[in-house]
Structure formats: structure tokens, C-alpha cells
């Protein structure tokens, strides 16, 4: 069962450009987290997603970012125009529904590495 | 509201040696409890959890009591490794299933041989 997968794992921009950073969770989980971490500090919650709707955004900055969990395919954090504060680790979690075992649990990808230039 | 704070870092032990990694918590409700690891250049793992009271938690030698008197959750291992060495986070979330992960800052434990 292959883990929760994310591309690219590194990407680099330059300031006004847009960044894509993709998740594809665990198999059989149907809930998207997006987390941000910056240099020396923690993981910050940003998104929380399943198929089709947005249940908890209140981690996302009000402006440039965005994020979807269509019916098909991997979910998706969008920057817009990006600014060298957005520099960071983005790391996607998922888990399965709250019917299941171990719904409590969040497993992590590999993160994105974002350098904006 | 909800916020985990873990003891300040670095920690450098040697080989063997005995640690203790301290975290406690502010939390509305009945949180559940979680030890990520994460390896250099990698994502978090999960290490251990606990969902209630008095739960110990275990893997790979590592050990977490949920403490609901004291708000702690504290890391401990009795003989450290130099594969140890990686950055420790102690999580919580609040409302059980599918919700958001409230990290402290982390610490970075060095295991030197």
C-alpha cells in the first residue's frame, strides 16, 4: 500500500510566479490536511479538504493561496503569485474516514519544498 | 485556544544514553496525543499516540504517558541510538476523527556514537 505521495518534492519559483504543489493521499483514505512549515519552526495546519469540499480553512491566508480535492485525481495547494515568505515545506497528511479504524491518525508525504527566488 | 509546548532545543546525547523529551498541552475537550518523527530531509512519521488517560503509548523503544493531571505527554527512551537522531514533534487534535494536527515548535535530538 503505497504512502501518501506528493510532487514535486522540490520547486522553485520566482517571486510573482504561481506554485502547484500536488498530494495524492494513502489508498482508501478520503481526507486531504495541507500543513506549512516554515525554517525552525513547527508544522502549521493550513486546509483541511475531502473529495469536492473544503471543511476547515481556517490555516490559509486570506489571499493568493487556494485548495482543491476534486472527485478524480490528487489534491492541489495553489499560490498565487508568489512572495519570498512563501519559502516553506508543505507537507500534505491523510486519513481515513471517521467510520474507520485509526481515523485519528494523520500519515504524512515527503513534503514539497518551495523556494521562491 | 488548542497549543502544544515542547521543551526548548537542541539535545545532544550519546549512544545509550537515557532521554526524556518534555511536551505538554492546552486543549479544549479530551485531545488525543501524538509523537511524529521526522528524518532528515523527510516527512513526519507517526511514532506513537494515545487517545485518553492514563494510555501509554509505545513503538521502537519510545514511550509517552497521557497525563491529564499534569496536561503532559512526555517522550522518554531508556538507551538511544545514533538512528535516533531526527527532529521530535509532540501533536494534538481535539475533536477526534479527521480533524486538524496542533504541532509544537520541535526538537532536534543529535545521538553522537
Known amino acids: 500500500n503505497a504512502g501518501v505521495m506528493q510532487n514535486p518534492r522540490h520547486l522553485v519559483r520566482r517571486r510573482g510566479q504561481e506554485a502547484r504543489l500536488r498530494c495524492s493521499p494513502m489508498k482508501g483514505h478520503s481526507h486531504v490536511y495541507w500543513y506549512r512549515q516554515l525554517p525552525e519552526e513547527g508544522l502549521k495546519f493550513m486546509v483541511y479538504l475531502q473529495k469536492e469540499n473544503i471543511i476547515d480553512e481556517s490555516g490559509m491566508p486570506k489571499e493568493r493561496f487556494s485548495a482543491e480535492f476534486p472527485k478524480e485525481g490528487p489534491s492541489i495547494l495553489r499560490i498565487q503569485q508568489v512572495v519570498r515568505g512563501d519559502s516553506a515545506a508543505y507537507f500534505c497528511a491523510s486519513s481515513p474516514s471517521g467510520a474507520r479504524p485509526g481515523a485519528d491518525t494523520q500519515y504524512f508525504g515527503p513534503g514539497t519544498r518551495l523556494t521562491v527566488l | 485556544g488548542d497549543s502544544v509546548t515542547q521543551m526548548e532545543g537542541p539535545v545532544t546525547l550519546s549512544e545509550e544514553a537515557f532521554l526524556t523529551i518534555n511536551c505538554t498541552y492546552t486543549a479544549t475537550g479530551y485531545p488525543s496525543l501524538f509523537w511524529y518523527v521526522q528524518y532528515p530531509g523527510e516527512g513526519l512519521q507517526l511514532l506513537l499516540k494515545?487517545?485518553?488517560?492514563?494510555d501509554k503509548g509505545s513503538n521502537k523503544g519510545f514511550e509517552a504517558t497521557y497525563r491529564k493531571e499534569t496536561t503532559s505527554f512526555h517522550l522518554e527512551k531508556g538507551s538511544v541510538q545514533v538512528s535516533d537522531s531526527a527532529v521530535y514533534f509532540c501533536a494534538l487534535t481535539t475533536t477526534g476523527a479527521n480533524s486538524k494536527l496542533t504541532f509544537g515548535k520541535g526538537i532536534t535530538l543529535s545521538v553522537r556514537p
Open positions: 494515545a487517545t485518553k488517560a492514563d
